[in-house]
């Protein structure tokens, strides 16, 4: 099957938008810290570059976070569905979890 020219051009332009989406939208640099947040407002600033484990409760809970070689994650939670544990380790400017 021989390629048309607009079956070239319909390739490159979709090479374009994955190459223009991967630029915009790829993962910020490392981050040296992880900012805390509770209802809007900054709790906490974590260093990143030592590893530890702390606890931050609030009146309906806690989150038991881990910093380990870089990244931070949530390793306990009293909430239902633990999808701030599942979310797994974050290293990168602008990821989030959210609990």
Same mark, same amino acid.
């Given at each position: ?11 490159? @332009?979709?090479?374009l938008?994955?190459g ?7 993962? @910020? ?5 992880a900012?805390?947040?509770? *209802?809007?407002?900054?709790?906490r600033r ?13 009146? *309906? @809970?806690? *989150?038991?976070?881990?910093?380990? *070689? /870089?990244?931070i994650s ?5 909430? /239902? ?19």
């Amino acid at each position: 099957m021989k390629l048309k020219r607009n079956d070239i051009l319909l390739i490159l @332009g979709l090479l374009l938008a994955a190459g223009l989406m991967w630029f915009f939208f790829r993962p @910020g640099e490392a981050g040296a810290a992880a900012v805390i947040m509770q *209802n809007g407002k900054e709790i906490r600033r974590v260093d990143l570059t030592t590893d530890q484990e702390l606890t931050i409760a609030a009146e *309906n @809970g806690y *989150n038991t976070l881990l910093v380990e *070689n /870089g990244t931070i994650s949530v390793s306990d939670a009293d909430c /239902g569905d633990h999808t701030c544990i599942h979310t797994g380790k974050i290293d990168r400017d602008g990821e989030r979890i959210i609990c």
